[in-house]
């Protein structure tokens, strides 16, 4: 212990002699700590020097309003291109389908006819030579009276199908002759096959287990094709209306701007009369 004290005294009496001869070395480093300190926030300065002309950059780099509604108004003029496109392929797609739709109607057509002439056939066997069979004329009105229903359902096709056929390229509206004239066939096309829903053109023989009439495809499709375009026409009147929106707001922003430099002008030109 008492070696240990001897060290102690020696080691702090060395440490005051040096700083006392050496008084320039304490001032040095109290200077360099003073440097170091004073750094950071330089450092912290340039930093923020640096990015603020970034900052700046990127707020001058936002477009202008009106700039903003000219990009926006490029945007809906391609959707509404998109979207007239897109309604083409549609309306061709549904004339290909009124075409198979045709072919149905026509193979439904066939069905009663083939029946009545059957019933009919059966009726003049069985009268025999007894004289009360049905001639040719009286037949033509049987087979007549039983297919009307499925003979409006190919009349209401092929009108269905002239009118996607018109309206290929430009679109139709709804109040066209064609649809309007389909539209009109519908109601009694539907009544006629709810009036009788069994085949048989004599009535006589008719039962559960006559063949069942088949409802009109063509009805169905009618039905497709109207909501259709009715869906088509709500779309592309929006396109429209956002398209003509835009078109407002940029006028409107254009007068304003015509405005505010007309009042620049005015005040130039007071100031200069101002000057003389």
Not at 14 to 20: A, F, K, L, S
Not at 76 to 97: E, K, Y
Not at 216 to 224: E, K, L, S
Request: charge should be positive; aromatic fraction near 10%; hydrophobic fraction near 35%.
């Amino acid at each position: 212990r008492p070696a240990t004290g001897h060290f102690l005294a020696y080691a702090t009496h060395c440490v005051c002699m040096y700083t006392t001869h050496n008084p320039q070395q304490q001032t040095m480093t109290g200077g360099n700590l003073r440097q170091r300190r004073g750094k950071q926030p330089s450092g912290r300065n340039s930093t923020m020097k640096e990015e603020s002309p970034g900052g700046t950059d990127s707020i001058g780099a936002e477009l202008a309003p009106i700039d903003q509604l000219r990009n926006a108004q490029q945007k809906l003029m391609m959707s509404h291109q998109r979207t007239v496109d897109l309604h083409t392929t549609w309306r061709a797609q549904m004339f290909r389908i009124s075409l198979l739709i045709i072919f149905v109607t026509m193979h439904q057509f066939q069905s009663p006819i083939s029946t009545c002439i059957s019933d009919i056939k059966k009726s003049n066997e069985a009268a025999g030579e007894s004289g009360e069979t049905i001639s040719g004329l009286e037949a033509a009105k049987f087979i007549f009276t039983e297919s009307f229903c499925e003979l409006l359902g190919v009349i209401i096709a092929s009108l269905l199908s002239y009118f996607l056929a018109l309206s290929k390229n430009t679109p139709l509206e709804l109040d066209a002759w064609p649809y309007v004239a389909s539209s009109a066939f519908v109601p009694p096309c539907l009544g006629f096959y709810f009036h009788s829903k069994k085949l048989g053109c004599l009535g006589t023989g008719i039962d559960d287990s006559s063949p069942p009439r088949q409802f009109p495809v063509v009805v169905i499709y009618h039905t497709i094709v109207t909501f259709a375009f009715w869906f088509m026409k709500n779309g592309i009147q929006q396109c429209e209306d956002h398209v003509n929106l835009v078109n407002e707001s940029i006028k409107d922003f254009q007068r304003m701007d015509k405005k505010i430099k007309q009042k620049q002008q005015l005040r130039e030109k007071a100031a200069k009369k101002r000057q003389k």
